[in-house]
């Protein structure tokens, strides 16, 4: 049994103004973006992780380094099969113009059609996300292995192992910095968490006067 932690990087400019990174170059953690990958690497200090993979653009590798700064026993493994999607000619678009377009619609009911313009389809971008985790399940069998990648991709991946359709997995909500857990062995998936951003969160006790 392999246990995978599914990261979702931490926020940048692009997520707080509406636009769509994908591959975009130079995208990195704004200040906020810093603060929660500090919270999130003291989250997981205490985690027995023996494996830390990162997709490798810069605001994802930032967001392993935050975590190895506080696990420096952990190296930094780049794997381009957990990358962004190649969202093609809306890459840096904004979303406000992404939504008046027709491929839009077909993205929100029926993704598993969709091809991005000069980019990925979905169906592959599930394809090679799913695949590699299946080949780190038996290279690393009984770890605690880290990914830090990116919403969609994490997203694809846990419809997958939940038996969701693909056209359903833009129902899985997947916040910047936020952890979701599956262990994987060669009887049925498991999902442990989802979403976890409990390390983001004000103390709800401080919170209620208590």
């Keep these: 049994m392999t246990t995978f932690l599914l990261i979702r990087h931490a926020t940048n400019d692009y997520v707080k103004k509406g636009r769509l990174a994908g591959r975009s170059p130079g995208v990195r953690l704004n200040a ?3 603060a929660q990958a500090k919270s ?3 989250r997981l200090a205490a985690a027995p992780i023996q494996q830390l993979y990162s997709s490798p653009l810069l605001r ?3 967001t392993a380094r935050a975590i190895q700064k506080r696990s420096p026993q952990l190296n930094i493994q780049r794997c381009s099969a957990i990358v962004e999607v190649q969202y093609g000619r809306w890459q840096g678009k ?3 113009a992404l939504t008046r377009r027709k491929l839009w619609r077909i993205v ?4 598993s059609r969709v091809q991005f313009p000069e980019g990925e389809t979905i169906r592959a971008v599930q394809n090679r996300a799913v695949d590699e985790l299946e080949r780190l399940r038996l290279l690393h069998p009984k770890q605690l292995v880290a990914l830090v990648s990116h919403a969609d991709v994490i997203k694809l991946i846990l419809a997958h192992y939940l038996g969701m359709h693909l056209d359903l997995y833009q129902r899985i909500m997947i916040a910047p910095a936020s952890i979701s857990s599956l262990e994987l062995g060669s009887g049925r998936p498991t999902l442990l968490t989802l979403n976890d951003c409990a390390h983001l969160r004000p103390n ?3 919170r209620s006067g208590r």
């Design 32 to 34: 906020e973006g810093r």
């Design 40 to 42: 999130l690497a003291e």
């Design 60 to 62: 994802t590798m930032e």
């Design 94 to 96: 904004p979303f406000s």
């Design 108 to 111: 929100q009911s029926h993704p």
């Design 204 to 206: 709800l006790a401080n």
